[in-house]
């Protein structure tokens, strides 16, 4: 069976899951986390995370076909493909990402328009995309809240109660609380303890909850198209008093996957099996750079059949597409475009 890996890039780091192509949804085979280092670029750890899973399948005896990195940005982007060199691989937009991995899972209506809100760990992204063609009719960034932002008003709640701590800790905390009601917070040098409730979360984040949905608001009445859902993702949604809120403030029906930071890694694990895609612009890459050199000659002719089969989609990069609104004529961008990622002046 064929061993593939997506990889979601962002700005706190990289997600990757190393599964089998046809079984995106199920737990993976491995999986890692790689937080981004203090000064250090994006695709850094994106590198140190397909190292990691190249590893994990090399301990397998397998070989890894086909490897599909996300990303939000051009930036991003830039970044992972220079320091790619001839190593293959494809990068696609986040959202052309979380959408294939939706529609493959049932989630994502038939027609009709969504709002895909990713509250991550640096920030708020708001996409407004089209269900049947994956194109990109608004998106929008938002640095005022996100999971970096939670965790330092949370470590200020503590520090008053006489509980220092580090931004790791706090984190711990906060991510506890989408599981558990109530968890205690200890100072190891004075001994101090406080007691964390959801409800102290609730109050915590509800200042930029509620300046999301004026977000949300924003980017529907940019497109004058109102969507049929919204879908819930990013690890900071798992909390369930952001999901609470945001199903209190926003009259539309919510989309929630249960590994919500997953789904753009999962998307990708779908890309980097080569199925036939209109919104990938590839080139055909070095197998010798996918290959490690302890790979016997029967996986390096089961590996070249393989590449063969999945064609030029195996390494690439997606085109990067132009703003709709940057069309000379007024007419809607192609899909290449629309589906790529957006630009750079879309983020600010």
């Known amino acids: 069976m064929v061993l593939v890996l997506g990889v979601s890039a962002g700005a706190g780091g990289a997600r990757a899951v190393l599964t089998h192509s046809d079984q995106p949804h199920l737990p993976p085979i491995d999986r890692c986390r790689v937080p981004r280092r203090a000064g250090g670029g994006v695709e850094e750890a994106v590198f140190e995370a397909i190292r990691q899973m190249r590893r994990s399948a090399d301990r397998r005896d397998e070989l890894i076909t086909g490897t599909a990195v996300t990303c939000r940005c051009p930036l991003h982007a830039d970044a992972i493909r220079a320091a790619a060199g001839s190593t293959p691989l494809t990068i696609v937009s986040e959202p052309v990402a979380q959408l294939r991995y939706l529609r493959f899972t049932g989630q994502l209506p038939e ?26 009719l608004s998106s929008k960034r938002s640095t005022v809240l996100g999971g970096d932002g939670f965790d330092a008003l949370l470590r200020w709640q503590l520090a008053r ?55 949300v608001h924003q980017t529907i009445e940019q497109t004058e198209t109102p969507p049929g859902a919204i879908v819930l993702l990013g690890g900071c949604v798992r909390s369930p008093s952001i999901q609470e809120t945001l199903a209190e403030l926003i009259d539309l029906p919510m989309i929630y996957d249960p590994e919500p930071e997953a789904v753009s890694s999962r998307g990708a694990v779908l890309l980097a099996t080569g199925r036939p895609a209109a919104e990938l612009r590839t080139t055909r890459a070095k197998l010798s750079d996918l290959t490690p050199a302890t790979v016997d000659r029967r996986k390096l002719i089961a590996a070249l059949a393989v590449t063969a089969a999945l064609g030029a989609t195996i390494a690439g990069v997606l085109a990067m597409d132009r703003d709709s609104s940057s069309s000379h004529d007024g007419t809607p961008p192609t899909p290449v475009e629309v589906v790529g990622i957006p630009p750079v002046d879309s983020f600010r």
Not at 111 to 136: A, K, M, N, Q, W
Not at 163 to 181: G, Q, Y
């Open 161 to 215: 109660d006489g509980v220092l701590t580090d931004k790791i800790t706090c984190r711990r905390h906060r991510e506890a609380l989408s599981v558990d009601r109530v968890v205690t917070a200890m100072d190891d040098n004075s001994g101090g303890r406080a007691v964390l409730t959801r409800s102290d979360i609730a109050e915590l984040c509800a200042a930029g909850i509620h300046h999301s949905v004026s977000f």
């Open 111 to 136: 027609d009709g328009t969504v709002l895909l809100y990713d509250l991550g760990s640096s920030g708020l992204t708001i996409t407004h995309s089209d269900c049947r063609t994956d194109s990109v």
